[in-house]
Structures are given as C-alpha cells and as structure tokens.
C-alpha cells in the first residue's frame, strides 16, 4: 500500500513534458509590496535531489520570466511535503531579491549555491509573504 501511495504521491507532482517557464507559471502569482512589484511560484518536489534540480532550473529562467512580467523581483518556493521531511528551497531572480530573503529570514535559512533553504516548509501565504512585505514595508 506504501509503495502505492508513493508512486501516486510522484506523479501528482510530476513535471514531466512541461518547459521550465511552464513549471515555473503553474503556480504563480504576483504581488505589490512596499512599492515593489514581485512575484512568488510555488513548485513541489518529491525529495531532496529533484528540488535542488528544480530549483537550478528555475534560476536559469527567473530573470527572463522576471522581464517578460515586468516585476522588480521574482521567487520560486519549492517544497518537500512529506511524512518524513518538511523543507522549502526558496530561489530568488537577482541579488536585490536575494536581499529581501536574506533580511526576511536571516539565519532561519541556509543559503547554498543557487538557493536557500528553510525547514520546516514555508507557506507561500502564511510564511513567505508576511515575512518579505514587513521588510519591504520597511523600506519605504
């Protein structure tokens, strides 16, 4: 039944035949915080391995889709929903956005190549945008 379930659970996150732009506009929205205008996709992984993966391709296009939308600054939050791990990397479009997560969340994260990381996972709504629009709102 594990092993069902775990098989079910991969391919309802599947990104298989999607671009990177596809995988990145699935879950998207867009914000106005501070002045700024930013934007936020979330992305689902199924372990450690495929969201650092992710999470390379996604840098590779944020600052086109980050043009083409008009935006000041984008993110992708890419999180690991399991029994057994509970982790969001987030991936930021520019150093100015980078930043804002570095202000926003300081030492709750661990900052890696591309991305950074944060246990346990962080909801793009109760989390992610509460911490970035007070230090956006700071700003002004």
């Known amino acids: 039944m594990d092993a069902f379930y775990q098989k079910m659970y991969k391919a309802s996150i599947s990104y298989e035949g999607m671009s990177d732009k ?3 506009f ?6 106005k915080i501070g002045g700024k205008q930013l934007s ?3 992305i689902n992984a199924y372990d450690e391995e495929s969201a650092k993966k992710l999470a390379k391709r996604m ?13 000041d600054m984008s993110f992708a939050l890419i999180s690991i929903l399991r029994n ?6 987030f991936v930021s479009s520019n150093n100015a956005a980078t930043e804002i997560l570095k202000a926003a969340f300081g ?6 190549d591309t991305f950074c990381r944060i246990e346990p996972y962080a909801s793009r709504k109760k989390v992610f945008i509460p911490a970035i629009t007070k230090v956006l709102d700071s700003k002004k």
Request: hydrophobic share 30%; with cysteine.
């Open 22 to 24: 596809d995988i990145f």
């Open 26 to 31: 699935n879950d998207y929205k867009e914000y």
């Open 40 to 42: 936020v996709a979330c």
């Open 59 to 71: 840098k590779t296009i944020m600052p086109s889709t980050q043009q083409s939308t008009g935006m």
């Open 84 to 89: 057994d791990i509970s982790v969001t990397y």
């Open 107 to 112: 030492d709750k994260v661990v900052f890696e």
